[in-house]
């Protein structure tokens, strides 16, 4: 009896000692799955460690990680679940997949090179390693084949929402170090040595009718939640007042991750996030919640990086077409969006920013992470120059911070009700609206009576929850139809158009006597992606304003509206700085040219139309085209351009029409000269083969002889012409 007592004893004190038993682990994917079995109460953290021969203690191996309970069970999923018992699945050497049994832990180490190693298991502060207790049996062999044997993402939950829509729940490990360049080649480095291994996850959501048949790719528009939010917040059917469903493709909703201690206002808190989409500092010690990012600091965009790798898994594994992935954002998210805009243009069809201030304040929640407004650290971003990106600079609309000359089409929503403490409706906020409108970029803003939060309903652009009553350009779906690879019209300056709302000088509130209520800077522009045309020697795009819209307060209330215009990302329609092209504005009805110009391409090689009128589509659409102009100065026999004209009756007493062939679509300019000096002329483009013109034009002038004067580039005729009436 005694006997069974001492071994009952010893026993329990081995489950005292270790809190963690049965540790074992496998290689699949790129990555070690080291699994253990622990009990309550659960430690705040353990240490992983690792070593190619056994060992006993662990001072005498590696530490490779430290996960919070939150990370080592899948808290960022029990949270949004709602499911307690919900538990990671791991893919095993097999293919198959393994999910965790109760009170079993999880840590993923990303190799770095082929090998083989024992890995333990131990409280933090613990250093004892036995044999068959908190050590693997064997040594661990894994293999380092970024090509064939990629890191990837590992399904986690599926379900249809209420509303229909089918999710898919992911997650991934992230590989930690400290030289942010030193990832591997399929799988870059995504968070500091603190938080190597640390997980992350993101929720697609894939529209009713997803066709990805006959080799079909599909649009996906990425969703960053706001402050203190999570990624199930805009899974599709959710926040209704921004139309949360994809039509055509997926919905990708992200998680802010970064578990780790803080201090609000002297209590130590837990926070699993709080990063404002970006990263956090190389030195951020995630388990001294006294730490601060401060001067000497760099902060890396570790959650940045995260969003475009996952951008790429998806392109390959569950058919994203590259070209059409957008972006939106809330609040921080809005922040975060705006930022992975300016970061990687070329990798984005549109952002859309919902409540963004465009700016960083000094918040407890933000500033240990990111540091503060005054300090503006560096980050690992480098301007063309060399010099680092800020991260002030990385928040704000107008510091162009990738090297890119365009930025993709942003779209942005505010309130001037909005007194959130950082992305709050301000001078600042209204200053920056102001620049980006003279800048060209081509940036759609509005705002209304809406202040941060959307319990309650009815402004100007979001009326209530049915599509007749809020706005259709903020929708998911609206973003869909949009091509990164696409060029589009820039339309700026709206501001000096008075027929326009102004915002004022930022004073928050509304009628206050500081400017309107509501009010958009290019939010009634409208073209057509798919009629846009972007050549060598030609780019045209097709405009009208928004008119029968189902909401009403899209319909632009001006019959005409006037903007500068200019080309961004044109994909072929490239003339150098310094040349000359010809731009029309002609009414897709009839073909008559209403506006007409010659412009000067600026030293950045942008080519901007100046003051282009644009019509409400129930008047007319217009076709804006711009041409490289023809610098002969002489024609050679027989390459005439205008042949066969007349002009029937002649003479003519009420209508006449003048005819012409052409090989070539062209810009003509038509003028009647009297003998007694009197002019009057118009523009018209000319198709290719007979072309009929009329001369109603001229009904205005009077009876006599006129000589009618054709001009096109490289050719000009001319014929008389006796008006009788």
């Not at 504005?585 to 110009?597: A, F, H, K, M, R």
Request: proline share 6%.
């Amino acid at each position: 009896m005694k006997k069974l007592v001492l071994i009952l004893s010893g026993l329990l004190l081995a489950m005292v000692a270790f809190a963690q038993t049965n540790v074992r682990a496998w290689y699949a994917q790129g990555q070690v799955w080291i699994i253990w079995q622990t009990q309550q109460p659960y430690p705040q953290t353990f240490g992983i460690y690792k070593k190619a021969q056994p060992f006993t203690n662990t001072t005498q191996a590696t530490v490779i990680g430290r996960p919070f309970a939150y990370e080592y069970f899948p808290g960022a999923f029990i949270s949004q679940t709602g499911n307690p018992g919900f538990r990671y699945k791991v893919p095993q050497p097999d293919g198959s997949l393994y999910t965790l049994a109760e009170g079993e832990a999880l840590f993923v180490e990303t190799v770095m090179s082929g090998g083989s190693a024992y890995y333990a298991v131990a409280k933090w502060g613990a250093t004892g390693v036995t044999a068959g207790v908190n050590i693997t049996d064997s040594a661990v062999t894994y293999i380092y084949d970024p090509v064939n044997d990629p890191v990837a993402c590992h399904l986690q939950h599926s379900l249809v929402t209420q509303e229909g829509f089918k999710t898919n729940w992911y997650g991934l490990w992230l590989l930690g170090r400290q030289d942010q360049e030193a990832g591997r080649p399929d799988f870059p480095v995504m968070a500091n040595a603190y938080k190597n291994g640390m997980p992350a996850m993101f929720i697609v959501s894939e529209a009713m009718a997803m066709d990805t048949t006959g080799a079909k790719r599909i649009p996906c528009t990425n969703w960053l939640h706001g402050g203190g939010g999570s990624a199930i917040q805009h899974v599709a059917g959710t926040t209704d007042h921004f139309n949360i469903i994809p039509l055509k493709g997926i919905s990708v909703s992200h998680n802010d991750d970064f578990p780790h201690l803080t201090l609000e206002a002297g209590d130590t808190l837990f926070s699993p996030a709080r990063t404002q989409w970006f990263g956090w500092s190389k030195f951020h010690n995630p388990f001294d919640p006294g730490y601060r990012a401060d001067l000497g600091d760099t902060l890396v965009n570790y959650v940045q990086r995260r969003i475009l790798w996952t951008n790429r898994w998806l392109i390959r594994n569950y058919r994203v077409d590259p070209d059409r992935v957008a972006i939106q954002g809330y609040s921080m998210g809005s922040g975060g969006a705006a930022a992975l805009g300016k970061l990687a243009p070329e990798q984005f069809s549109t952002v859309c920013a919902f409540n963004n201030g465009f700016r960083r304040q000094d918040d407890e929640t933000i500033t240990p992470v990111l540091g503060t407004v005054s300090g503006n650290l560096p980050t690992n971003l480098r301007y063309p120059d060399g010099l680092p990106v800020r991260i002030n600079e990385v928040f704000d609309l107008n510091t162009q911070i990738s090297g890119a000359r365009d930025l993709p089409l942003f779209r942005t929503w505010a309130g001037k009700n909005d007194n959130n403490g950082r992305m709050h409706w301000g001078p600042d906020l209204v200053a920056q609206y102001r620049a980006a409108d003279s800048l060209g970029w081509g940036v759609q803003i509005s705002w209304d009576e809406r202040p941060h939060t959307y319990e309650t309903l009815g402004f100007h652009w979001i009326q209530g929850y049915q599509i007749s009553a809020q706005t259709f350009r903020d929708n998911l779906a609206y973003q869909e139809l949009f091509n990164s690879k696409q060029s589009f019209p820039a339309f700026f300056n709206h501001r000096l158009d008075p027929k326009n709302n102004d915002p004022g000088a930022g004073m928050p509130g509304i009628n206050t006597g500081d400017g309107d209520n509501w009010g958009t800077w290019g939010g009634w522009h409208n073209w057509d992606p798919d009629a846009v045309i972007d050549e060598p020697d030609r780019w045209e795009v097709t405009a009208w304003l928004t008119d029968g819209a189902p909401f009403a307060n899209d319909n632009c209330p001006y019959d005409q509206l006037t903007a500068d215009l200019a080309v961004r990302k044109p994909q072929q329609f490239k003339p150098a700085a310094g040349e000359n092209v010809h731009w029309e504005v002609i009414d897709l009805n009839n073909n008559e040219v209403l506006q007409s110009g010659n412009a000067v391409v600026k030293a950045d090689s942008l080519v901007v139309i100046p003051q282009v009128a644009v019509y409400r589509e129930s008047i007319r659409k217009v076709r804006i085209e711009v041409t490289p102009m023809n610098v002969a100065t002489f024609q050679e026999p027989g390459s005439r351009v205008l042949t066969d004209l007349s002009i029937a009756p002649n003479p003519s007493k009420g209508e006449a029409r003048m005819s012409v062939f052409v090989p070539e679509q062209t810009a003509a300019v038509i003028a009647a000269v009297s003998t007694t000096g009197l002019k009057a002329l118009f523009n018209y483009r000319l198709l290719p083969g007979k072309n009929e013109i009329s001369l109603a034009s001229f009904n205005h002038l009077p009876a006599g002889l006129y000589f009618l004067e054709l001009t096109v580039a490289g050719d000009r005729q001319v014929i008389k012409w006796v008006k009788s009436d």
